[in-house]
């Protein structure tokens, strides 16, 4: 399986940045795809991510109202929409494909599944 990510970025505070994924290299037929983010000396955290059997969306709390994840166009993509970025959201993104949110969006278990290079995010106030 490989993920393949593009966007990212810095920004000032306020701005907005789009992430994508393409996923390859599997057939399962349904699967759970997101992305969690993780900063220098801090735990992994769950940002975002729904399920091709129609489970989610979900977003950690720290961006709701502010993300949005959504299907893209090309099969077996996802995109996430970075609106109203705040310094504490500078991280190294990393798009994730399980099969299901679960383990994509909980610190507290291990991931097991797959992930991209990571792209970086950099707000600054």
């Known amino acids: 399986v490989q993920l393949v990510e593009s966007g990212g970025g810095s920004v000032q505070a306020g701005g907005s940045l789009r992430l994508s994924c393409a996923a390859s290299?599997?057939?399962?037929?349904?699967?759970?795809i997101g992305w969690f983010r993780q900063a220098p000396g801090k735990e992994r955290e769950g940002v975002s991510c729904?399920?091709?059997?129609?489970?989610?969306?979900y977003y950690a709390d720290s961006v709701k109202g502010r993300f949005s994840v959504s299907s893209g166009a090309a099969r077996n993509t996802a995109i996430l929409q970075l609106d109203n970025l705040k310094p504490e959201d500078t991280a190294t993104y990393y798009c994730?494909?399980?099969?299901?949110?679960?383990?994509?969006?909980?610190?507290?278990?291990?991931?097991?599944?797959?992930r991209g290079q990571g792209t970086q995010v950099t707000v600054s106030s």
């Open positions: 729904f399920s091709t059997d129609g489970d989610g969306p």
């Open positions: 290299g599997f057939t399962f037929d349904d699967y759970a």
């Open positions: 994730a494909l399980d099969l299901s949110c679960r383990p994509i969006m909980s610190s507290q278990l291990d991931f097991y599944g797959y």
